[in-house]
């Protein structure tokens, strides 16, 4: 079979026989040939994540479009069989002057308005009342049936059925997007070399749920091994509350928190100020441990607080609710495929691995209720194996910038510079309430993440910091009140297969 690039063998190998250990590209009277060697059994019939790209923009006055699209990337997906998973991590606004302001903001596929048809992929945000609030936004989700070629992304703002805004996305604040192909398909084994595998969604429209107990989403999720670690992310639409109402969004395995190594949790504190009607989409993120292997309930709860009434929850409101389960091993790095260029197994063999997500790594702390406007919140060290790989951060917690007016800014560095290539991964957090000159102490759950390139191999010094913004002036902000703050750092690349 004559091909161009060993990477097609690959691509081969994986389409039609969705496992191979390795593959090899033989020249015969200058014509390239793809020979693949199957294993009998074997280990892993999963691809895992694979084809990543992150685009980032920086525009300073952002974007004020109210109503159609903002942005488009186009993305080649190389496999039929696979998910397209999208994020977004930017600043998004709703309101402005306007009371009952909302907005949404959703991603679409090769057609001007067209959403994806397994579950759109959108977050809403709405006010009751009149505020220009500028605050990091982050969601994404699993889309199915897209066919493998050019796919156009398009990321669009519109409005709620029934409602307007005046939105503004990515106001003086750096956004990503991004993409890679995810492999969704039932498992038949464990897994055993992946970093990453056994991925799966779960998903409700409108919940529109207001009571204040008991679980928001649940289902089962077939554990494959017993030495994973389950990841979990939960994206919804959350309301704020009211003065002096705290409230916790918690996930649950078989009826019970996270205790290995903390609960995987989204905080929502409103101590005092403005009583606002605030529904929000917020995520929450986080790995828990030592899950044995077997059939799992995974859910997500709402639970009260200590010292503080009940809050007013309610979730799910005009927008898609999204809990997505996988297993990972933390500092596993071995490759997924391996192919060599020369068959004969001579000293000239060039082997090389691919993988797209592996090196795993996760750091948690409770109730860090740091207060400090402008210094370094936290750091680790992370060990980087690979010299073409990206460093990939996720960071969840809840923040608070009280002062109106006035801006916070959580951002990371490596080695002690932020990064530059391709831009700074942060989160900016700006309110100002028109009615009011009061201040608002709220705390909400969130999720920063980004990758980094062009950082050497060996040990790495990530660190998080806060201070002021690009636009506005220093606020008086906190971080990670009475909550679970969660740190990921991972390698990936960017590389396809």
């Known amino acids: 079979m004559p ?6 063998c690959v691509k081969q190998c994986i389409e039609e026989h969705h496992s191979c250990t390795w593959s090899m590209l033989r ?5 390239k040939l793809c020979f693949i060697e199957l294993n009998t059994t074997p280990e892993c019939l999963d691809m895992s994540v694979v084809n990543i790209r992150q685009w980032y923009h920086y525009k300073a006055g952002g974007y004020g479009t109210d109503n159609g699209e903002i942005l488009s990337w186009t993305y080649y997906k190389m496999y039929s069989f696979t998910d397209l998973h999208v994020q977004w991590i930017g600043s998004l606004r709703s309101a402005y002057a306007k009371n009952g302001g909302a907005n949404r903001w959703y991603f679409t596929f090769n057609g001007a308005n067209t959403q994806c048809a397994s579950g759109t992929i959108d977050f809403v945000s709405y006010h009751a009342w009149r505020t220009d609030y500028h605050k990091h936004g982050e969601f994404g989700g699993y889309c199915k049936n ?11 703002i519109g409005y709620p059925t029934g409602h307007s805004g ?16 995810v492999d969704t398909r039932d498992l038949l084994d464990t897994c055993n070399s992946e970093s990453l595998f056994n991925i799966k969604e779960y998903i409700k429209n409108n919940l529109n749920d207001g009571a204040n107990s008991g679980n928001v989403m649940v289902f089962s999720y077939k554990k494959r091994a017993s030495d994973t670690s389950l990841r979990v992310r939960f994206m919804a639409n959350m309301k704020g509350g009211n003065s002096n109402q705290c409230g916790r969004y918690t996930v649950t395995f078989n009826g019970e928190e996270c205790d290995n190594p903390a609960p995987v949790q989204g905080v929502i504190v409103w101590v005092n100020g403005v009583t606002n009607e605030h529904k929000r989409g917020r995520s929450i993120e986080g790995i828990c441990y030592n899950i044995p292997a077997g059939v799992i309930q995974v859910a997500v709860e709402r639970k009260a607080c200590s010292s503080y009434s009940t809050l007013d929850f309610y979730t799910g409101w005009h927008s898609m609710s999204r809990l997505q389960v996988e297993e990972v091993r933390l500092g596993l790095g071995r490759r997924q495929i391996i192919f060599v260029d020369n068959p004969d197994n001579s000293n ?11 090196n795993i790594q996760h750091w948690t702390w409770m109730n860090m209720d740091d207060e400090n406007n402008n210094h370094k919140i936290l750091a680790v060290t992370y060990n980087k194996t690979q010299d073409n790989s990206g460093i990939k951060v996720t ?18 560095k490596f080695d002690g510079s932020e990064c530059s290539n391709p831009g700074y991964i942060e989160g900016n957090m700006y309110q100002n309430h028109w009615d009011s000159s009061a201040n608002i102490n709220f705390h909400s ?7 980094c390139k062009g950082i050497n191999t060996g040990s790495v010094n990530v660190e998080l910091w806060v201070g002021s913004c690009h636009a506005w002036g220093l606020g008086d902000s906190t971080f990670g009140y009475m909550t679970t703050t969660a740190l990921i750092v991972e390698e990936v690349y960017y590389t396809t297969l």
Do not use: M
């Not at 960071?395 to 990371?412: D, I, P």
């Open 3 to 8: 091909i161009a690039h060993h990477e097609d």
């Open 27 to 31: 020249h015969k009277n200058g014509q």
């Open 146 to 156: 897209i066919a493998a070629g050019n796919v156009r992304v398009g990321f669009r």
């Open 166 to 181: 005046d939105g503004y996305t990515g106001y003086f604040s750096r956004t990503r997007v991004i993409v890679r192909e």
């Open 348 to 358: 000239n063999d060039e082997a090389a691995g691919i993988t797209n997500v592996f």
């Open 395 to 412: 960071l969840s917690s809840n923040f608070c910038q009280r002062t109106r007016g006035k801006c916070a800014r959580w951002y990371f």
């Open 445 to 451: 759950p969130n999720t920063i993440k980004g990758i």
